[in-house]
C-alpha cells in the first residue's frame, strides 16, 4: 500500500488541482454575484478545466474522485444561493406545510395585498421571516401559485421541521438533502454503468462536474433528487424488479414532472426486449402486454397518490394556471423558439408566444412517439438514449431553458455513447450573461454562441455513430 508521503510525492500537481478547485469554489459560494458575469464565467471555466484533469488522473480511482466530490459540494454549506432565489420559495412553502397548510392554495403575495384572503386560507397561520423571504423571493415569483410537487415539498417541509427560524439553517438542511441524492445518484450510477460494462469513471462527469455542484448543491434545485430516483428506478428495471422501478419513477415525477415525458419509451422496453426469441418477437407476448400494463398503472397510481392529500379543484386550478406560465409568458435562454420568435416579428410584427407555447408541446409529443416507435429502444442503453434525445428535443423546443435544467441529458448521457450534454453543461453557463447591474438583459449573441456549439457537437456525434453501425454491418456482411 503507497504511503500518504509517497501519494503526495506522486500526486502533488493533482492535489495542487484539488486545492485550488476548493478556493475556485469558495469564491464561487462566498464572493461572488450574479451581475459579475465575466468573473462567474471565469471561475467556472476554470473549474471546468480543472475538473477534466482531475478525471484524467485519477479517472482509475474511484474512491479518490468520490471523496473530491464530496468535499467540493461541503465547501458551499453555509453559503447562501447566490444564482438563483427559488430557495426563498422553498423555505416559504416548507413553513405553510410544516404547518398544516396546503401552499398551492395562496401565493405569497397575498399574505401581503388580501389580508382577510390569506386569513382565510391559512386559518390564521403566520409564516416565519415572512417579509425576509418574500422580499428574497422577488415580486414575480411571490405573484403565482407554487408548482413544486409533492415530494419536493416534503423536502421543503424537512427544512422548516428542522429550522424553521432560520433561513440559513434551513438551506443547510436542503443542502445535506441535495448531497444525499447526488451521492445516491453515484452510487446507483457505478452499479448501472458496471452492469453495462461501460467504464465506471464515466459517473464523475456527473459527480464531480462543477456545473452539477454549483448549480445543485450551491444553488439548492431539485433536479439531483428527481434523478436519483429516476436513476434508481432505470437500475431496478434493468435487474427485472419493474414493480418497484415504476414506483419510484412515480416519485420522481413527484419530484419533477419533467420525467412524465420519459413514459411512452417503456413501450418497446417491455414488449421487444432483446432477449426474447424471434418467435416471441413475432406474436403477442400477452405476459409482456401485462407487465407493460402494470408498470404504467403502478407508476400512475404512485403519482397520484403522493398528490391525493392536495387534490382540490382549487389545486388543479392553480397548479395547472401556473405551469402553462411556461409555455406561453416565460423566455429565458431558448434556442429555436427564439428564431421562431424573430420570424414573428419580421412577419407578423409581434411575439407569437402565446401561439408558439402551444404547438411547441405538441412538437415535443410527436417527437417523443417517433423515439417510441421508430427506434428499437430493447435493451437499457438503446432505453437511456431514447430518453437523452427526448429530453433534449424538449429543452432545445423550450420557451425556457434555466441552466439547471440540463443536469436531466447529463446524467442520461453518462450511459451512452453521446457526449454533446457535457459540452452543454460548459456553455449553457453563458445564459447568466442576462443578469447585469442594470438589470435582465439576454445577450442573444451568447445565447447564439450556446446553442451553436451544443447543436453541432450533437450532430457531429450522432453521424459519427450512424457512420460507426454502418461500418460494422459492411464488416459483418463481408
Known sequence: MISVANFIKLYKFPILMALACVGLYWAFGYDLVRSDFIKLFTLFAALFFLTWQLIKQFGWNFKVLMFLGIGFRLVFIVATPNLSQDFYRFLWDGRLLIQGVNPYLITPQLFFTDLSTALEVTSGTQVGQASQLYK?????????YSNYPPINQLCFAVAALFA??????????LRILVILADIGV???GKKLLEKLNLPVKNIFWYFLNPFIIIELTGNLHFEGVMLFFVLWSLYLLHKGKWFWAAVLLGISVSVKLLPLLLLPLFFNYFLNQKN??????????????????????????TIALTFAPFLSSEFISNFSATLSLWFQNFEFNASIYYIIRWV????????LIGTVGKILPVVVILTLLALTFLRKNTTTQQLITGMLFGISTYFL????????????????SVFTKYRFPIVWSAVV??????????????????????????????????????????????????
Not at 165 to 173: D, F, N, Q, R
Open 136 to 144: 428574497g423571493m422577488g415580486e414575480l415569483n411571490g405573484s403565482h
Open 164 to 173: 424553521g427560524k432560520s433561513i440559513l439553517g434551513a438551506t443547510v438542511v
Open 186 to 188: 453515484l452510487y446507483f
Open 276 to 301: 426474447a426469441s424471434p418467435e416471441r418477437n413475432r406474436r403477442v407476448d400477452w405476459a409482456r402486454v401485462t407487465k407493460l400494463g402494470g408498470f404504467y398503472t403502478v407508476t400512475l397510481a
Open 344 to 351: 414573428g416579428f419580421q412577419t407578423v410584427g409581434w411575439n
Open 397 to 412: 423546443l423550450s420557451t425556457t431553458v434555466h441552466p439547471w435544467y440540463i443536469a436531466t441529458p447529463l446524467l442520461l
Open 429 to 478: 453557463m453563458l445564459s447568466y450573461s442576462a443578469y447585469g447591474a442594470e438589470g435582465f438583459k439576454e445577450n442573444l449573441w451568447l445565447v447564439a454562441v450556446e446553442y451553436v456549439i451544443v447543436i453541432a457537437f450533437a450532430i457531429t456525434e450522432i453521424l459519427a455513430q450512424n457512420g460507426e453501425r454502418k461500418g460494422n454491418f459492411r464488416v459483418v456482411e463481408d
